[in-house]
């Protein structure tokens, strides 16, 4: 879950208008004249107040220019320490930095005038001082620091901040007291503080594992910013639509996700993002390309010091948007980004060891995924050049082993991984169900086993007891046990949810492959149900998929027959689907065929002029793998960079290319 956007400026609370950096000198000069005849307590030097007003403008580089040079006159003016740490936090996201210059402004202020100032002293400066730090405290996940912080404050001061006391409790996993700090805030007549309260007991059942209650807070989080009329926080639709999707109403989440696309920007959390995993997950890969293109410049929208907030987020749905297309290099360039630079998680609920966890699943898919490839691209070559490739193909596996490991040591212990299987709810809640196998064979068929049980115990929703048994039935195909698998992965076909496409086309495959251990004759048409729906999940899961392969044309075609009988993803047999191989030395044609006889894919290649036959025979081949195991989407390089906001300039923003180096940094 997502916290709301703070409050309205304090300068606001003081009577003082706000401008930006567009403001014109004369519209500046009438801000500083306000400003000199703010109330009591908030008196300073001139200089002091000009860097001051120049921060609350969002005149952050004039700030810091006339913040320097006070504090080199002047070392001791807590003033100049004040607008250095907004300046750090704002302008640099840099919020160690800006916890030392608050700090150092309140070391100053406290020699000066003690911890308890009076009216006749500048307690407008503590104020600011002592919230600024409490919330710069959050950002770097003190959250004990920042309750003491506002509990100073409210022995000080009035009105009390009472509500801004359950994130960080939350935080720190005390839901009654969480519980009762929102209660107070909601019983004030301050539509703020009703606000914050409702945005946390949203994040803090949802937390606690009341997946109903967290639908209901979450939901009457959202109704009352509707009722406020004055911006609604993207903040509160994102976690509604998270809260909808813990109770499997995916067609609800997707329509407040795309009613917040068109709300105001959002501070923490990127609908967009949202929408595209959830895309994915219904295996409606061109939505979930649209959607993901939004992503950058949605994020150009927001101030600095939030941008990087949910950084891993984008990461993590578009490795895996170029994972399932069959695309693993472009994927690694992002996940080994993911794996070294984890998101800022002051304002969001999710334990951390969740991002980590998956970012290294991801990044184990495609290492996995290269290494198949690898081994598909190599069949037609002479056999020196495929064993060179297969070589290449276990170093990829090496590193996928390591990311495995990655991902267990992330959530090794029995209550996180139990957890990461409970699709939906705080503990599971951004494991993309399609992935959650994964985490079966990095675990081990027994300890997943266990702890799945554990999961399921623990769950009381009637509608993830399918996602259990997918679960299961993978720990029992691991172990090789047949019936157990069959049993638990065809209870599971029959109950997911339609719109779990992913994960139910990875239930068929495993189905596939149980039938064919078994001498059942249904395993052709499991294999094309995986098929039709996601045609990369074979890949994924290292099967070969059962084929009689049919011949036609010259010896060309006993060429191109030979080298797929060599494919990892062909298993030639007399019951499988049927491969027809239509090939001559002027060119030919691979197609895939379904039980029904409808082709489901196919490969093509044409002699070029001058070309040796076997270089044509490569690219038919080749053809063939790419069209038969990876989904038909329009993915061009230009699309491929834009993902990211390379082919976005101007502004103050630079984004870097993704695939070309320095992924999400700005």
């Known amino acids: 879950m997502k916290q709301g956007r703070p409050g309205l400026a304090l300068l606001l609370a003081l009577g003082l208008g706000v401008t930006n950096a567009g403001t014109s000198m004369r519209a500046a000069a009438q801000g500083m004249d306000a400003l000199l005849e703010a109330p009591p307590g908030l008196e300073a030097s001139p200089e002091e107040l000009e860097a001051f007003y120049m921060a609350m403008s969002g005149r952050l580089i004039r700030a810091r220019e006339l913040a320097t040079k006070l504090l080199a006159k002047h070392p001791d003016s807590y003033v100049g320490h004040y607008v250095m740490g907004e300046v750090e936090h704002d302008a640099e996201a840099n919020f160690p930095r800006a916890v030392y210059h608050f700090e150092r402004a309140a070391q100053l202020f406290r020699a000066k005038y003690g911890d308890h100032p009076g009216e006749d002293k500048p307690w407008r400066w503590h104020t600011r001082i002592m919230l600024s730090l409490a919330f710069a405290y959050g950002e770097i996940e003190k959250h004990e620091e920042k309750l003491a912080l506002i509990g100073k404050y409210n022995e000080l001061y009035d009105p009390d901040r009472l509500a801004e006391r359950a994130w960080p409790l939350m935080k720190l996993r005390e839901f009654d007291a969480a519980r009762k700090a929102a209660e107070e805030g909601l019983r004030t007549d301050d539509p703020q503080q009703r606000e914050i309260a409702l945005n946390s007991l949203c994040a803090v059942e949802f937390e606690a594992g009341n997946d109903e209650a967290s639908y209901e807070a979450c939901k009457r989080a959202m109704d009352n910013a509707r009722a406020l009329g004055n911006g609604l926080d993207p903040a509160d639709l994102m976690n509604f639509a998270e809260a909808s999707r813990s109770v ?28 595209g995993e959830l895309y994915l997950r219904e295996a409606r890969l061109p939505e979930a390309l649209s959607a993901l293109k939004e992503i ?5 929208q927001r101030p600095p010091h939030v941008r990087e907030s949910d950084r891993n987020e984008n990461r993590r749905a578009l490795s895996a948007f170029f994972l399932l297309l069959g695309r693993p290099d472009e994927a690694l360039r992002i996940t080994e980004k993911a794996l070294v630079a984890p998101d800022r998680r002051g304002h969001n609920s999710r334990d951390p060891a969740q991002d980590r ?42 590193q996928a082993w390591l990311s495995g490991r990655r991902a267990v040591r992330a959530v090794g212990d029995g209550d996180r991984l139990a957890g990461s299987f409970q699709i939906g709810t705080a503990r599971g809640a951004i494991m993309p169900p399609w992935l959650a196998g994964d985490l079966v064979h990095v675990a081990g068929a027994g300890a997943s086993e266990a702890a799945i049980r554990v999961g399921r115990r623990g769950d009381k929703r009637a509608q993830a007891r399918a996602y ?18 069959q049993e638990l992965l065809s209870s599971a076909s029959e109950a997911l949810p339609s719109a779990e496409a992913l994960l139910r086309a990875r239930v068929f495959a495993m189905l596939g492959d149980v039938d064919e251990e078994r001498g059942i004759n249904t395993a052709p048409q499991d294999y094309e149900r995986a098929m039709q729906i996601d045609p990369g999940v074979l890949r994924r899961l290292g099967l070969a998929l059962p084929v009689r392969i049919e011949s036609h044309g010259d010896a060309t075609a006993e060429d191109v027959s030979d080298a797929l009988a060599r494919s990892p993803r062909f298993d030639v047999t007399e019951r499988g689907l049927t491969l027809r191989v239509n090939a001559t030395r002027a060119g030919g044609e691979v197609c895939l065929v379904g039980v029904s006889g409808a082709q489901l894919a196919c490969g093509h290649a044409e002699s070029k002029a001058n070309e040796a036959a076997d270089t044509m025979i490569i690219r038919l081949v080749r053809d063939a793998h790419e069209n038969i195991f990876e989904p038909n989407v329009d993915l061009s390089q230009t699309d491929a960079n834009s993902l990211d906001g390379s082919n976005l300039r101007g502004g103050q923003q630079d984004l870097s290319p993704l695939l070309q180096g320095d992924g999400f940094s700005e």
């Open 248 to 275: 499997f109403k995916f067609d609800e989440a997707e329509r407040i996700d795309r009613e917040a696309t068109e709300a105001s920007n959002a501070w923490y959390g990127n609908p967009w993002s949202e929408l």
């Open 296 to 300: 950058p410049k949605y994020r150009a």
């Open 357 to 398: 966890s998956i970012a290294a699943l991801l990044d184990r898919a495609a290492h996995l995924m290269k290494a198949e490839r690898a081994r598909e691209n190599a069949v037609a070559l002479p056999w020196y050049e495929r064993v060179v490739a297969w070589g290449e193909a276990e170093l990829s596996r090496a």
């Open 468 to 485: 259990y048994d997918a679960f299961e039935g993978e720990a029992a195909w691991i172990a090789h046990d047949w019936e157990r698998a």
